[in-house]
């Protein structure tokens, strides 16, 4: 295991840090290459497309290159809750795109969900997966109206069983905590080890032959007549199809067509404490282990990790002004109110020390929704706006943007995420930063409407 204070400087996540005995692929030599299929980026999108892609068509080379060590980017340092929750919330997606699509989305997650846990079980992946389901808690009467109207939204979109609405003294039968007043319950969901699982997603796509190379950044892509060159530091590669996925990272490729306008990275940020004793875990009576996230605009996730810790992300969201930099990986205040937040919950565990804190950035788009699309023709697909929710998302996706590259017609390539109509991001850091602080605002103003007052000063 690596030295804690080394895998902060790294800015590695807690998942990196517990696994931290890992020996990274080589990077592309320099030269010049030529391969059916190259994809950038090595998270859950990459890795799953990779291994779908050379699991149907061995004639298929495929390449992938990743700037960092795999999973060094969202897919290794998320909460690793394996949900179905869509964009940002059903009601934004129900106001921008309707009933049909909402109910279209939701059944896509649903799907998600099923295809994780089945490639965990069918492959034996050594993930710490955990089918545990999920309780989404109200601390107000004014969370909790919310609440109930989320229910009857997903009660009416879904099969019977997919949701289940429990009071106040039900939820707290399943977590003794004095602050909550109700919540969504939802079975068909679970938590898993994002580090592990990401590279049991490497073995798998390098099993079907998938050839990946770390820490190798693309600098340049450009498109003509043959197809597509992708340049290194010290390599050109020419594809005849290319997948782009970077995730928060895109708007930072210089691309011909653009694909920069598509995203911006907004960051959030994760705190673990040290192992609960017995008598800790008896004091919150959180047995079924259940992930939890609250009905907060500005959401708290939390859930328990395989080795006896829990662990709470979110409440604030970092936003950078020259978002080029992507360096938010630290944010003090939001890891002190993480602490803060986590007592308030479970005042039993007041004494509870923090062990390990760190953060990470997804991908975010204008209208909150998540999108596969085109850059020109189709030899050029992105992924970008997973939203914060993209461990069963980007997965499925992945197979979904296999089906594209083969040109295969399946019921997933017919989703209504690929090829929709995306607004872009405004063009500039001064606009991105405004757009993006504005809607902060407004969702941390909700959240004190709903509150009365802030659970957790902010101090920022
Ligand atoms: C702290 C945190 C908690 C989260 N919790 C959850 C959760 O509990 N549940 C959930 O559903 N979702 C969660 N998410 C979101 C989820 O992790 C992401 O949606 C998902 O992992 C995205 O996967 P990806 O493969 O698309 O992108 P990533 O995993 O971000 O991979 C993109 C990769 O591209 C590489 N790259 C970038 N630029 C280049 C380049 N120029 N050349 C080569 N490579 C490049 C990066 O290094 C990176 O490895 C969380 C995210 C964070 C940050």
């Given at each position: 295991m690596l030295d804690r204070y080394e895998a902060l400087q790294k800015n590695y996540s807690f998942w990196q840090y517990k696994y931290g005995d890992y020996v990274a692929n080589e990077p592309l030599a320099a030269g010049s290459y030529e391969t059916?299929?190259?994809?950038?980026?090595?998270?859950?999108?990459?890795?799953?497309?990779?291994?779908?892609?050379?699991?149907?068509?061995?004639?298929?080379?495929?390449?992938?290159?990743?700037?960092?060590?795999?999973?060094?980017?969202?897919?290794?340092?998320?909460?690793?809750?394996?949900?179905?929750?869509?964009?940002?919330?059903?009601?934004?997606?129900?106001?921008?795109?309707?009933?049909?699509?909402?109910?279209?989305?939701?059944?896509?997650?649903?799907?998600?969900?099923?295809?994780?846990?089945?490639?965990?079980?069918?492959?034996?992946?050594?993930?710490?997966?955990?089918?545990?389901?999920?309780?989404?808690?109200?601390?107000?009467?004014?969370?909790?109206?919310?609440?109930?109207?989320?229910?009857?939204?997903?009660?009416?979109?879904?099969?019977?069983?997919?949701?289940?609405?429990?009071?106040?003294?039900?939820?707290?039968?399943?977590?003794?905590?004095?602050?909550?007043?109700?919540?969504?319950?939802?079975?068909?969901?679970?938590?898993?080890?994002?580090?592990?699982?990401?590279?049991?997603l490497k073995n798998l796509a390098e099993r079907e032959g998938a050839e990946i190379f770390e820490n190798t950044k693309v600098i340049s892509i450009a498109k003509d007549h043959a197809g597509v060159v992708v340049h290194t530091d010290t390599a050109a590669i020419r594809a005849k199809k290319l997948v782009i996925a970077t995730n928060a990272w895109t708007h930072n490729l210089k691309s011909s067509p653009k694909v920069a306008n598509r995203q911006a990275p907004v960051w959030t940020y994760q705190i673990v404490t040290e192992p609960l004793t017995a008598e800790q875990w008896k004091s919150i009576n959180w047995e079924k282990r259940m992930s939890i996230e609250d009905n907060r605009q500005l959401v708290h996730y939390m859930r328990i990790?395989?080795?006896?810790?829990?662990?709470?992300?979110?409440?604030?969201?970092?936003?950078?002004?020259?978002?080029?930099?992507?360096?938010?990986?630290?944010?003090?205040?939001?890891?002190?109110?993480?602490?803060?937040?986590?007592?308030?919950?479970?005042?039993?565990?007041?004494?509870?020390?923090?062990?390990?804190?760190?953060?990470?950035?997804?991908?975010?788009?204008?209208?909150?929704?998540?999108?596969?699309?085109?850059?020109?023709?189709?030899?050029?697909?992105?992924?970008?706006?997973?939203?914060g929710h993209g461990v069963s998302l980007t997965q499925l996706n992945g197979k979904l943007i296999a089906d594209l590259v083969l040109g295969n017609n399946t019921d997933l390539t017919k989703f209504w995420i690929v090829n929709r109509n995306a607004i872009p991001m405004p063009p500039g850091s001064m606009l991105r930063y405004a757009g993006t602080k504005l809607i902060e605002g407004i969702l941390k103003t909700i959240d004190l409407y709903e509150e009365g007052r802030p659970k957790v000063q902010n101090k920022k």
């Open positions: 059916d299929v190259l994809i950038i980026g090595a998270g859950y999108t990459g890795l799953t497309c990779a291994r779908e892609i050379r699991k149907e068509d061995k004639n298929q080379r495929v390449m992938v290159l990743e700037a960092n060590d795999i999973g060094f980017g969202a897919s290794g340092r998320n909460g690793g809750f394996n949900m179905t929750l869509f964009g940002v919330e059903p009601e934004v997606t129900l106001l921008r795109w309707g009933r049909e699509k909402t109910r279209e989305a939701q059944a896509y997650m649903q799907q998600a969900v099923q295809y994780v846990k089945g490639l965990i079980e069918s492959e034996n992946l050594d993930s710490d997966y955990e089918h545990t389901g999920m309780l989404r808690i109200a601390y107000t009467d004014k969370q909790e109206r919310r609440l109930q109207k989320t229910f009857k939204l997903l009660s009416d979109i879904t099969k019977p069983g997919s949701f289940e609405y429990l009071g106040g003294e039900e939820t707290q039968r399943l977590l003794n905590s004095p602050h909550i007043k109700g919540a969504i319950y939802e079975p068909e969901t679970g938590i898993l080890d994002p580090i592990k699982h990401v590279r049991s990790t395989h080795c006896g810790r829990i662990t709470i992300g979110g409440g604030s969201i970092g936003l950078e002004y020259n978002d080029k930099k992507m360096n938010l990986w630290k944010n003090e205040n939001t890891w002190a109110n993480l602490e803060q937040h986590l007592k308030w919950i479970f005042p039993t565990l007041s004494d509870i020390k923090v062990h390990y804190k760190w953060g990470g950035c997804v991908s975010v788009n204008m209208d909150m929704t998540p999108e596969i699309g085109f850059l020109g023709d189709q030899s050029i697909i992105y992924a970008t706006g997973c939203i």
